[in-house]
């Protein structure tokens, strides 16, 4: 629906973050009949945990990876890689119809008059509720200033550029 007053789309909530915690609030808002969006920064649902270095897989056991309403699609006691996770979470939010926009970058949150007023890289929404469910991958990485002023034959790799052995050094 759009807001006549302002021209901004409005939506009673909307979930900033398409991974695990936005799917699973997803979930629990289809359940219930509420009216939702959910923007990610991706544009792929899973893509946070494509993006990571190639041999990463989840820290917990397939059980622990399950999310409401479906199971992680793996035997219990395996350790999924960054890829099935990633294939899990696209699966999850197509198989219950999860309103998902993805390539959405939430630039500003704002309150105002009793709503929220979420704007981002394709327009803006007005909403009653957000969650904010980002997470903690896709963050900005750091590099302190002083890295540009180091020899240029010192080779700088930072941990969110790795991928795999095939980028490092000799040595």
């Not at 939506?11 to 609030?25: P, S, Y």
């Not at 704002?110 to 991958?137: K, Q």
Request: hydrophobic share 35%.
């Amino acid at each position: 629906m759009i807001n006549s007053a302002s021209g901004a789309e409005r939506v009673e909530t909307v979930v900033i973050g398409g991974g695990q915690a936005g799917l699973a609030a997803g979930y629990h808002l289809a359940r219930r009949g509420r009216e939702f969006v959910i923007l990610d920064s991706c544009t792929r649902v899973g893509d946070n945990w494509r993006c990571h270095w190639d041999s990463l897989r989840l820290f917990s056991p397939a059980r622990a990876a399950a999310l409401p309403g479906m199971r992680f699609p793996a035997p219990p006691s395996s350790y999924p890689t960054k890829d099935e996770m990633a294939d899990f979470l696209e699966v999850y939010a197509t198989s219950f119809d999860l309103p998902v926009r993805g390539g959405v970058r939430v630039t500003r949150l704002t309150h105002r008059d009793g709503r929220y007023i979420v704007s981002s890289s394709t327009g803006t929404i007005e909403a009653d509720n957000v969650i904010v469910a980002t997470g903690t991958f896709g963050r900005t990485p750091y590099v302190p200033d002083f890295a540009a002023d180091l020899d240029p034959a010192i080779v700088q790799l930072h941990s969110s550029d790795y991928k795999n052995p095939t980028q490092l050094q000799p040595g």
